[in-house]
């Protein structure tokens, strides 16, 4: 058994009396027993002083576990009387609120462990208590809106939360941080979402980064009256790579096995940039643009699109993005046709990408957090508690 004089100290019993604090007679847990000093208490119903005792009760609690081991604590609370309008009412006590099943730090705790990428079955597990519980006290958090950075970056992921198949994240891709997340991808509700922001503060987004979402454009020219709007660079080049692929792969089907075999092998080298092949690879990489004059066009277009992004300025670049346009026109690969229509619809915000530091990587990394936390989740039913955890945790 510790020192009465010692455990008085312990941090978690600040402020109350501790009668006795010793390991259980089988060793496998802690007890205390704890209460308050009597003292004068104003009635919360009148707000007249008593020291009168009407009776004690005896409530038993769960802490934290010390050293690996359950600490069990017994509170002694008073309940006083007050003269003057006949009520009686529990003593305050700092280790544990009126009507709380648990001491303030088990929830403190309990909840500061929601912040990582667990479920609340699992903390409910570790903490010994019920999934509910979790849950509740968990609900308890309100993120409110927060302060729109200067740059934002907005894409949708699926969440399929409160029937809704969509949601959306919004980011600073500048601070590597979640904004906030968004319950659908209307357009009228998410103009009505940044609406709620006063002129002033929205005229000050002066960039927002997004894929090539007409839906997301439409709403960012309505609502940021200052903002430049930048595509993201990896999706866009993303397009080019898959048109390239997919031209590979057509081709490859009227090989024989072994050719086709070799091809889908030697893939990487269609797509590695043509800087970064070695003398070995554009030995290779010749042999197969060779076998196909249809893949040595849309190589040439995949290689020709990075130039755009080499330029020193985004007047240079549109004019290069036409250029691209027209050769691509000219060569006419299948492919590439899903490029030409979406590159013209999209010059301008392809050609703002030059000279700009910010793209989508933050967000679709975050967008990647969110999916495990929704499998982790068993999906994201209630909207409000997946944003919460989803806030808590990026
Ligand atoms: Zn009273």
Not at 214 to 236: C, G, N, Q, W
Request: include cysteine; charge should be positive; hydrophobic fraction near 35%.
């Amino acid at each position: 058994m510790l020192q009465d004089n010692y455990t008085q100290d312990l941090p978690i019993f600040k402020g109350v009396t501790v009668k006795y604090f010793r390991e259980s007679e089988d060793n496998n847990s802690y007890e205390a027993f704890i209460e308050m000093p009597v003292k004068e208490h104003h009635c919360p119903h009148c707000g007249y002083t008593t020291t009168y005792i009407k009776d004690y009760r005896l409530q038993k609690v769960k802490d934290l576990s010390l050293a690996g081991k359950p600490l069990k604590v017994t509170i002694s609370k008073r309940r006083y009387i007050c003269k003057n309008c006949n009520s009686t009412f529990t003593e305050n006590n700092p280790y544990i609120k009126r009507y709380c099943h648990f001491p303030q730090r088990f929830y403190f705790e309990a909840i500061k462990e929601t912040f990582n990428l667990q479920s609340f079955s699992a903390i409910a597990r570790r903490f010994g208590t019920s999934v509910t519980s979790i849950i509740r006290w968990f609900d308890n958090i309100n993120y409110p809106k927060a302060e729109l950075p200067s740059c934002i970056a907005i894409d949708e992921f699926k969440g399929n939360a409160d029937g809704e198949k969509f949601q959306c994240n919004l980011s600073d891709p500048v601070k590597h941080k979640i904004i906030d997340i968004l319950p659908n991808r209307d357009s009228e509700d998410l103009c009505k979402y940044f609406l709620d922001y006063p002129y002033e503060k929205r005229a000050k987004v002066k960039k927002v980064v997004m894929d090539l979402s007409t839906l997301f454009r439409s709403v960012a020219k309505k609502i940021f009256p200052e903002a430049k709007i930048i595509a993201d660079k990896f999706h866009v080049i993303r397009i080019v790579t898959n048109s390239l692929e997919n031209t590979r792969k057509r081709i490859q089907k009227e090989f024989h096995d072994a050719k086709r075999k070799w091809f889908k092998r030697s893939r990487r080298l269609l797509l590695k940039p043509e800087y970064k092949l070695t003398d070995e690879d554009k030995i290779e990489l010749n042999r197969m643009l060779n076998s196909s004059p249809e893949l040595e066009k849309a190589w040439l277009l995949k290689e020709k699109f990075y130039e755009i992004f080499r330029k020193e300025t985004r007047t240079e670049a549109k004019r290069e993005l036409r250029d691209w346009l027209l050769l691509a026109n000219q060569l006419s690969v299948p492919e590439f046709q899903h490029c030409i229509t979406t590159f013209t619809n999209w010059s301008t915000e392809i050609a703002n990408i030059v000279g700009e530091n910010v793209s989508n990587g933050f967000i679709e990394g975050s967008n990647n957090k969110i999916k495990v936390l929704k499998r982790i989740s068993f999906g994201f039913q209630n909207f409000r508690r997946s944003r919460n955890r989803i806030l808590s945790l990026i």
